[in-house]
């Protein structure tokens, strides 16, 4: 039996259901066509594509059946919907595809796009146009391809929308003119690429790599000059992947072509024929122009193998150096490059040439250390300079660190300088090398070494650490914890203070003495936070780091840690700053708050100590109101503590607040007391005698106690005069120990009276006078004042008498001979000390003072900034000179510097320059600012330590500056012998007499 076409279609076999389609086609009725649209959704894609096919052929009358199906949810119905209408020239199905074109679907505006573009019109291209910006890159991508199959029909659309977006035009437009257009439009597109922006431009290029025509190469060809690089490097991309047959196009245009052009074809030419590129490049080498030489050097840099290598390495022959450095550059960068190729020309006669072959290994590296150390070791003064500039930028080994720690102590200045800072760069691989020779004898080395630490930073900080922690020769251990002091980081505090628990206190004092100065503001505060330690002696001991800070900046901060919650760390913070030199208004008036404030005795004390070395007015006045309301006990503690500082200026304050508080003194006031009135009046101990006749018996006690400490015959007179028979017996008593020191005086008349006053007092004078005899060793003079206390009726106690003559012990011949024979070791070992000193710490350098005049007189009158002002300009001006001389600041004290040279001449011309830049500056300033500096200068043997010197030679330099006036300088004999004449304008100056010399010393003046 026959089957229905519906049976038909339903069938899985392919012969079947197309018999049903075909069927379906034949019938032609409104069910047929309905069926065959039910058809576009079957699970077969082969059914779908025939059952459209099938209505496609039904004609144009289908279209209005398929737009009730032009909903449908179902994608794969959707799709050959529309691909049905889209061959339909109706408007109403042409207006649905439409539609769709506009769907939020990607897929389904792609369904859309196939359906428009079934039938080649202009007017449906047109539809697509806007959708080249489509946001999916698919429906862009769709979008050109499929408008590229509309052919020429569609070019003057496009040209009419480049001409209209000529400034920035879609890229998509102009790859479709110039992919439809093809050598029929190349004349518009070099038009529109020489008119056209870089859009443009880089959009037309990139369109042209399908097409290895002539003309297109030759388009791409001249894009090689273009101002762009990113076009420039798009159009060689182009020509590379067309292979060798654009050779010859490359070949033609290079004898004609620009800078950038020749540039590029050279390159293109080199990644195409690789070595076979050599002979072209050998002739660029031969070129008249440097350009060419150096296009084919840039190019043969790239070519791997030892003859591109021989053909750069000759090139640092060309006689144009612009040339020849270019060669060594490119050599440098050469990959696996042949070292023996260039140690080949390492003794070239070339002076040039060689210059550059120690340039191009010291730019290599790794593989090139050997050599790098022999020239390092061998070469002259330049090569080596020129090395040590290039090795920062290579990773080194433990042998090169080793020669560049040897160059610390090169004769040139340069070389020390290039080798440290090269150690500098290489961080912690240079750290443990550069450690070692920190205490080194060589004076150079020692200080590059040092320099080098402090400025690698946090890298240094590990290293130094591991070396502290690991206890290594206790010679380095100060500049070890400087270092690490000086470097600032938060680790470096923790490790200090490791090393402070596990060290015994003389190690560590000497540690912490050889410490100059704490510069780092990270290691200050961390200081501070560790003030809380649980161990005083760790408390101590950070005290002592803080007292070595001297920067105004970070003194205000140690200042902070006054206010410190915890009494024990404020009083380490204020015995760290009563070391400090010269404290300013700011820190003063901080120092002034805190005593209004604080609370704690201890502290208190450490306050006033402080205030009490700057007695100004305003802080005399305020120290006087504090101790005004504080009780008896504090009150005399800290009036001791002013009067030590020895400061005239408080005498009459402390002198006053005695006065007042003279009527409730106390018994156990009297000490105290005494020692402050001994204090206040030794200059003038009229103010102590006057004392002596108060009303107040504990004020004349105070008295006598205070006349203990002035030895003045004087006041031995002063004190029989005013002492009364029928005084205290403790007041006579502690009289009578005063005046039995004079018993023994060589004026005869103080002795007399001494004597027969202590003779009327009677009895009274046996006490004082036995515990005089028990501190005397010489026994004749005990035996005077046994006979004196023997006189009065007295009886000295056999203890007393025999106490000194019994400790005496006789020792044998044996113990004698031993004693000797120590003290002749003890000479010898003197001696060897002497010639240890006189070797190793003993130089001939020339030493030079210098000293504003006036500086007194203007600090005394001007304000703490302006002298500050005026400190700082000073320095900006000379030390640079100093520097560039090769002078070092040892000491600078106000205005004051101690500079030592090693080179007589040196500090001379030193000194010249000063004195004119200072000219200079004085021309630019008023009379009051103005800087007027007198130079002194000698050169002679010294003791040399790290930062200071001593000998004869320092105090002859010291006592010139004294006769020298504002801008002169003045030399003595010894350094007039060792600088020519010839150079320096040197001018007699007289013999003078020097303080401390016992002949006078002849001077000379240079002229500037």
């Given at each position: 039996m026959d089957k229905t076409p519906n049976e038909l279609i339903a069938s899985f076999d392919e012969s079947l259901w197309r018999q049903g389609i075909e069927a379906l086609a034949i019938e032609h009725t409104l069910i047929a066509a309905e069926t065959l649209i039910g058809l576009l959704s079957d699970i077969m894609w082969r059914k779908r594509e025939a059952a459209a096919k099938a209505l496609i052929e039904w004609g144009v009358d289908i279209v209005p059946l398929l737009l009730n199906r032009a909903n449908s949810q179902n994608k794969d119905e959707l799709y050959w919907v529309l691909y049905v209408i889209g061959h339909f020239e109706n408007s109403q199905g042409l207006t649905v595809v439409q539609n769709f074109l506009k769907s939020p679907d990607a897929e389904i505006r792609g369904y859309a796009i196939r359906a428009i573009t079934i039938s080649k019109v202009v007017s449906r291209a047109r539809i697509l146009y806007e959708l080249l910006?489509?946001?999916?890159?698919?429906?862009?991508?769709?979008?050109?391809?499929?408008?590229?199959?509309?052919?020429?029909?569609?070019?003057?659309?496009?040209?009419?929308?480049?001409?209209?977006?000529?400034?920035?035009?879609?890229?998509?437009?102009?790859?479709l003119f110039s992919n439809i257009g093809g050598l029929g439009v190349i004349g518009e597109l070099f038009q529109l690429y020489?008119?056209?922006?870089?859009?443009?431009?880089?959009s037309l290029i990139t369109s042209l790599g399908n097409d290895d025509s002539n003309e297109i190469v030759d388009f791409l060809i001249q894009a090689l000059s273009d101002p762009s690089w990113v076009i420039r490097k798009k159009a060689a991309e182009l020509l590379t992947l067309m292979g060798t047959k654009v050779f010859e196009r490359l070949s033609a245009w290079f004898g004609r072509g620009d800078s950038l052009m020749k540039h590029q074809i050279v390159c293109i030419i080199v990644d195409l024929l690789g070595d076979r590129a050599l002979p072209l490049l050998r002739r660029l080498i031969g070129s008249n122009e440097q350009e060419n030489r150096i296009l084919a050097i840039e190019s043969l840099g790239r070519l791997p193998g030892d003859e591109s290598s021989r053909i750069l390495i000759k090139c640092l022959a060309d006689p144009q150096r612009i040339v020849a450095d270019y060669a060594s550059d490119c050599l440098s960068r050469k990959e696996k490059l042949n070292l023996d190729l260039l140690l080949e020309h390492l003794n070239t006669d070339d002076e040039n040439m060689r210059f550059l072959v120690v340039k191009t290994i010291g730019s290599i590296g790794g593989l090139a250390l050997n050599p790098i150390i022999r020239i390092l070791q061998e070469g002259d003064k330049q090569e080596r300079l020129f090395l040590l500039g290039v090795l920062q930028k290579i990773h080194p080994n433990e042998t090169l660190v080793e020669a560049l720690v040897g160059l610390l102590a090169d004769p040139n200045w340069p070389v020390r300088n290039a080798a440290a800072n090269c150690l500098k760069a290489f961080g912690e691989n240079a750290v443990s090398s550069v450690v070692q020779v920190l205490s080194s004898s060589n004076e150079d080395t020692a200080f590059w070494a040092k320099k080098v630490l402090l400025s690698m930073g946090v890298s240094a900080v590990v290293e130094l650490t591991r070396i502290l922690r690991d206890g290594t020769d206790v010679t380095i251990l100060p500049h070890i914890v400087s270092a690490l002091l000086a470097i600032g980081h938060s680790d470096a505090v923790p490790a200090v203070l490791q090393f402070f628990e596990k060290s015994d206190d003389n190690r560590v004092q000497a540690v912490i003495d050889g410490i100059l100065e704490i510069s780092s503001r990270e290691v200050v505060e961390t200081i501070l936070n560790f003030l809380n330690h649980p161990d005083d002696r760790v408390v101590f001991l950070?005290?002592?780091?803080?007292?070595?800070?001297?920067?105004?900046?970070?003194?205000?901060?140690?200042?902070?840690?006054?206010?410190?919650?915890?009494?024990?760390?404020?009083?380490?913070?204020?015995?760290?700053?009563?070391?400090?030199?010269?404290?300013?208004?700011?820190?003063?008036?901080?120092?002034?708050?805190?005593?209004?404030?604080?609370?704690?005795?201890?502290?208190?004390?450490?306050?006033?100590?402080?205030?009490?070395?700057?007695?100004?007015?305003?802080?005399?006045?305020?120290?006087?109101?504090?101790?005004?309301?504080?009780?008896?006990?504090?009150?005399?503690?800290?009036?001791?503590?002013?009067?030590?500082?020895?400061?005239?200026?408080?005498?009459?304050?402390?002198?006053?607040?005695?006065?007042?508080?003279?009527?409730?003194?106390?018994?156990?006031?009297?000490?105290?007391?005494?020692?402050?009135?001994?204090?206040?009046?030794?200059?003038?101990?009229?103010?102590?005698?006057?004392?002596?006749?108060?009303?107040?018996?504990?004020?004349?006690?105070?008295?006598?106690?205070?006349?203990?400490?002035?030895?003045?015959?004087?006041?031995?007179?002063?004190?029989?005069?005013?002492?009364?028979?029928?005084?205290?017996?403790?007041?006579?008593?502690?009289?009578?120990?005063?005046?039995?020191?004079?018993?023994?005086?060589?004026?005869?008349?103080l002795k007399g009276a001494v004597t027969d006053y202590l003779l009327n007092l009677g009895i009274i004078i046996c006490e004082p006078v036995c515990e005089i005899i028990a501190e005397l060793e010489n026994e004749i003079d005990r035996k005077s004042l046994i006979d004196l206390i023997e006189s009065v009726g007295g009886k000295v106690d056999a203890s007393v008498l025999r106490k000194k003559s019994d400790s005496k012990v006789v020792i044998s011949d044996a113990v004698l001979d031993d004693v000797l024979d120590r003290r002749k070791r003890a000479v010898e070992d003197l001696e060897k000390y002497d010639k240890i000193?006189?070797?190793?710490?003993?130089?001939?350098?020339?030493?030079?003072?210098?000293?504003?005049?006036?500086?007194?007189?203007?600090?005394?009158?001007?304000?703490?900034?302006?002298?500050?002002?005026?400190?700082?300009?000073?320095?900006?001006?000379?030390?640079?000179?100093?520097?560039?001389?090769?002078?070092?600041?040892?000491?600078?004290?106000?205005?004051?510097?101690?500079?030592?040279?090693?080179?007589?001449?040196?500090?001379?011309?030193?000194?010249?320059?000063?004195?004119?830049?200072?000219?200079?500056?004085?021309?630019?300033?008023?009379?009051?600012?103005?800087?007027?500096?007198?130079?002194?200068i000698n050169t002679g043997p010294v003791i040399r330590r790290e930062n200071d010197v001593f000998g004869d030679a320092v105090n002859v330099a010291s006592r010139l500056e004294g006769i020298a006036d504002a801008q002169e300088i003045v030399i003595s004999e010894s350094t007039f012998k060792l600088v020519d004449s010839g150079v320096f304008e040197i001018t007699p100056f007289g013999d003078h007499r020097l303080k401390g010399l016992d002949k006078p010393v002849k001077t000379f003046k240079v002229i500037w």
């Open positions: 910006n489509d946001s999916s890159w698919a429906v862009r991508k769709l979008v050109f391809e499929r408008l590229l199959t509309f052919g020429p029909i569609i070019l003057d659309d496009l040209r009419a929308m480049l001409e209209k977006s000529k400034d920035d035009p879609l890229h998509s437009v102009v790859a020489s008119d056209g922006s870089f859009s443009m431009r880089y950070l005290s002592q780091l803080l007292s070595k800070v001297q920067k105004p900046g970070l003194r205000r901060t140690v200042l902070l840690g006054i206010s410190h919650p915890e009494e024990r760390c404020r009083f380490a913070v204020l015995e760290a700053i009563n070391k400090w030199k010269q404290l300013d208004e700011t820190e003063l008036k901080s120092l002034v708050r805190q005593l209004e404030v604080e609370k704690n005795p201890r502290t208190i004390k450490s306050v006033v100590r402080i205030l009490s070395s700057y007695p100004l007015p305003n802080i005399l006045e305020e120290m006087k109101l504090f101790l005004t309301n504080l009780e008896p006990e504090l009150m005399l503690d800290l009036m001791l503590e002013i009067a030590m500082a020895e400061r005239p200026q408080a005498n009459m304050m402390l002198a006053e607040l005695l006065k007042a508080r003279s009527h409730s003194l106390r018994e156990t006031d009297v000490e105290r007391v005494g020692k402050i009135l001994g204090l206040i009046f030794r200059s003038r101990p009229e103010g102590i005698i006057q004392g002596l006749s108060s009303p107040i018996m504990a004020y004349r006690f105070c008295s006598v106690v205070a006349l203990e400490q002035i030895e003045e015959k004087r006041i031995a007179f002063s004190l029989m005069d005013n002492l009364r028979a029928t005084e205290d017996p403790k007041i006579v008593k502690r009289a009578v120990k005063i005046l039995t020191k004079h018993f023994f005086s060589e004026d005869f008349r000193i006189q070797t190793s710490h003993t130089q001939e350098l020339t030493i030079m003072f210098t000293d504003v005049k006036g500086y007194t007189a203007f600090s005394s009158k001007a304000s703490l900034s302006e002298v500050m002002s005026m400190l700082k300009q000073h320095d900006e001006i000379l030390l640079p000179v100093i520097e560039k001389y090769s002078g070092r600041v040892l000491k600078k004290i106000g205005d004051a510097f101690l500079v030592i040279f090693e080179v007589p001449r040196e500090a001379l011309l030193s000194a010249i320059e000063v004195q004119r830049k200072l000219k200079e500056y004085n021309e630019t300033v008023p009379d009051e600012r103005r800087l007027a500096v007198r130079v002194a």
